[in-house]
Nanobody, 125 residues
Framework: QVQLRESGGGQVQAGGSLRLACAAF????????VAWYRQIPGEKRQLVAG?????????????NYADFVEGRFTVSRDRAKNTVYLQMDNLKPEDTAMYYC?????????????WGQGTQVTVLP
């Protein structure tokens, strides 16, 4: 099985920082695209940041970010640790949401799309 596990969420004051992590577990899972989404109750899930494969599987394109990120967040991937990170700085109360990790890729010839269970981020005013 291929599973994702998020961590790093919590409660911070406005202006604070959090670093989210998303570890992938699988026998031979090799992620292609990775992304972070967030969801506010009553709203649809929104893309926060992502890294997409380019011409070769395993190669990354430039990271893309939602407009509301405004340069405050950074997504990165550590292939050796099979982990994706989202560094969030200068957090605002509007960033309060459930944050979800998404990854897709191959394992033993099979293609997988996986979501983590989410990690709550709460930013106090």
């Amino acid at each position: 099985q291929v599973q994702l596990r998020e961590s790093g969420g919590g409660q911070v004051q406005a202006g604070g920082s959090l670093r989210l992590a998303c570890a992938a577990f699988g026998k031979s899972f090799r992620p292609t695209s990775v992304a972070w989404y967030r969801q506010i109750p009553g709203e649809k899930r929104q893309l926060v940041a992502g890294i997409s494969a380019t011409t070769n599987l395993g190669d990354d394109s430039a990271a893309n970010y939602a407009d509301f990120v405004e340069g405050r967040f950074t997504v990165s991937r550590d292939r050796a640790k099979n982990t994706v990170y989202l560094q969030m700085d200068n957090l605002k109360p509007e960033d309060t949401a459930m944050y979800y990790c998404y990854q897709d890729g191959f394992a033993d010839g099979n293609y997988y799309k996986r979501w983590g269970q989410g990690t709550q981020v709460t930013v106090l005013p």
